[in-house]
């Protein structure tokens, strides 16, 4: 995950409060060798990504699926929210989530 500016989680903060901020996530697994990752984005309705990340999905090789990765990048950018929610004392608002 790369740090935000100072800006962006004001952006953030006052994206969810009007509830137009657009999450999304995807995930990523090859089942020759194993491997999964997952990236999430933060954005505003005009597609200016304000927070992104990404990470591998761990895991035994032979129980790994696409589902995984798919779940790991909804996880990872739920918390990302959540934490951010929690320091910013968002009491109300919303947004947006996709699937890609």
């Given at each position: 995950m790369e740090l935000p500016q100072e800006e962006d989680l004001l952006e953030i903060t006052n994206s969810i409060e009007d509830g137009t901020?657009?999450?999304c996530s995807d995930g990523s697994f090859c089942p020759h060798e194993g491997l999964g990752s997952h990236a999430w984005v933060f954005s505003t309705s005009e597609g200016v990504i304000l927070l992104r990340g990404s990470g591998p999905i761990d895991g035994l090789p032979r129980l790994l699926s696409s589902y995984r990765p798919e779940m790991?990048?909804?996880?990872?950018?739920l918390f990302v929210l959540s934490v951010l929610v929690q320091i910013?004392?968002?009491?109300?608002?919303?947004?947006?989530?996709?699937l890609l």
């Open positions: 901020l657009l999450l790991g990048g909804i996880t990872a950018l910013f004392d968002i009491s109300s608002g919303g947004g947006g989530y996709a």
